[in-house]
């Protein structure tokens, strides 16, 4: 009877073993299919450059986005993105999908350098996100002031 009770112990241990190594095959498999990362696409703002790009600021998350450039840069406004974007671009990468427009805030006196980084394209470098819908651009990556670590607050 002892005996007969092991083997009953063992095959249900190798049965549950099994049903979570399968599960957690079906858990790996299902994220190797979905490579892409969440992020919000939702627009905050838009703003067409001099050359009728349409340019969105989505809300994103912490690595691009209006999330990510309000939280460590400071940017909290869309009137500091869409005054650089209401320009040419000053620099262009990666046949004209990667963007860069430069401005100046000026308030008392004060003045800082800015920087808006887009994607106008499809698809982020790594291909990790993907603009919604057919003609979807990313858009804004990031926007920071040069030579501070946090935009000043008057920006905003």
Not at 2 to 11: C, D, S, V
Not at 32 to 38: E, I, Q, T, W
Not at 77 to 98: M, T
């Amino acid at each position: 009877m002892h005996q007969n009770a092991t083997t009953i112990g063992r095959r249900a241990g190798t049965i549950a073993l099994t049903a979570v190594l399968c599960t957690l095959g079906l858990v790996a498999t299902s994220a190797a299919a979905d490579s892409k990362a969440a992020w919000n696409t939702h627009e905050k703002c838009v703003q067409k450059d001099w050359e009728d790009r349409r340019i969105p600021t989505r809300m994103g998350n912490s690595e691009l986005g209006f999330i990510h450039l309000s939280r460590p840069h400071n940017i909290t406004s869309c009137k500091l993105i869409n005054a650089a974007l209401n320009g040419k671009p000053d620099k262009r990468s990666d046949h004209q999908r990667n963007l860069e427009y430069w401005g100046s805030a000026i308030h008392n006196g004060r003045q800082v350098d800015f920087v808006v980084k887009v994607r106008y394209a499809k698809e982020t470098d790594d291909g990790r996100y993907t603009a919604p819908g057919k003609k979807g651009k990313i858009g804004v990556i990031t926007a920071y002031c040069r030579g501070v670590k946090k935009c000043p607050s008057w920006v905003n």
